[in-house]
């Protein structure tokens, strides 16, 4: 029973180890010339001098929430593109009628403005 653990533990083992060496690594090699300007956060090329209560406009998550959304709905092409002799003509059927509403879905976005950048 304990048998059947082994790869896992393993597995388990040679993460923390690869963690912890890359961790010591970057304390021994990395920069050791700290400064103001270094440490303040930058994120998404926007200065730091940002107000806290700066907002995004709803373009942005418009935009993400459409690229997750057709992300995702590609991703469930893999599994028949791995097995479409198996699953034989239906999937293929189903696949393609999956694609063409991914595409109707896709033009109605495009004709409504969502992917225009405001």
């Known amino acids: 029973m304990l048998a059947a653990y ?3 533990l393993v597995f388990l083992a040679l993460g923390v ?4 060496f890359f961790t010591a690594i970057n304390g021994w090699l990395g920069p ?4 103001r300007i270094k440490s303040e956060p930058y994120e998404c090329g ?3 001098e940002v107000t806290s ?3 995004f406009g709803i373009s942005f998550y418009l935009i993400a929430m459409l690229f997750i959304l057709f992300d995702i709905e590609v991703v469930f092409l ?3 593109a791995v097995q479409l002799e198996a699953f034989g003509v239906f999937a293929l059927i189903e ?3 999956f694609i063409a509403l991914l595409f109707v879905a896709f033009v109605f976005v495009w004709r409504r403005g ?3 950048w405001r």
């Open 17 to 20: 180890a690869v963690g912890l």
């Open 53 to 55: 209560n700066f907002r």
């Open 95 to 97: 696949t393609i009628v």
């Open 32 to 35: 050791k010339r700290p400064s």
């Open 46 to 48: 926007l200065p730091s």
């Open 114 to 116: 969502a992917l225009e």
């Open 78 to 80: 893999y599994p028949v």
């Open 6 to 8: 082994l790869p896992v």
